[in-house]
């Protein structure tokens, strides 16, 4: 069955950087857009980050671009995040999306097929 695991959260202080991962099995990786997303403590769940089947193209969050990048190999996709403020603290999920009919940054959270259990990311003031 499909799996996808994240890894690579913690608890940082403002400034710093942190890099996520996640490992998927069960699938053809590249067949799907990957994305990432933050759920902050009483908010909803919110893309951070997608990128294509192919690599080539990404979306950001008006919130973290500049400071986040995507990227993906084999059966693995990453967000690197620099500059992390306390405003990114929340439970990292990643998620796959199989059928896309449009650019990747109209797919809302319901587009995405498969979702690992998510890593938990403090930024301290």
């Known amino acids: 069955q499909v799996q996808l695991v994240e890894s690579g959260g913690g608890l940082v202080q403002a400034g710093a950087s942190l890099r996520l991962s996640c490992a998927a099995s069960?699938?053809?990786?590249?067949?799907?857009?990957m994305g990432w997303f933050r759920q902050a403590p009483g908010k909803e769940r919110e893309l951070v980050a997608a990128?294509?089947?192919?690599?080539?193209i990404t979306h950001y969050a008006d919130s973290v671009k500049g400071r986040f990048t995507i990227a993906r190999d084999n059966n693995n996709v990453y967000l690197q995040m620099n500059s992390l403020k306390p405003e990114a603290t929340g439970v990292y999920y990643c998620?796959?999306?199989?059928?896309?009919?449009?650019?990747?940054?109209?797919?809302?959270?319901?587009?995405?097929?498969?979702w690992g259990q998510g890593t938990l990311v403090t930024v301290s003031s």
């Open positions: 069960g699938l053809t990786f590249s067949n799907y857009v």
């Open positions: 990128i294509s089947r192919s690599g080539t």
């Open positions: 998620a796959t999306a199989l059928i896309v009919a449009g650019p990747i940054a109209t797919l809302a959270p319901a587009d995405y097929d498969f």
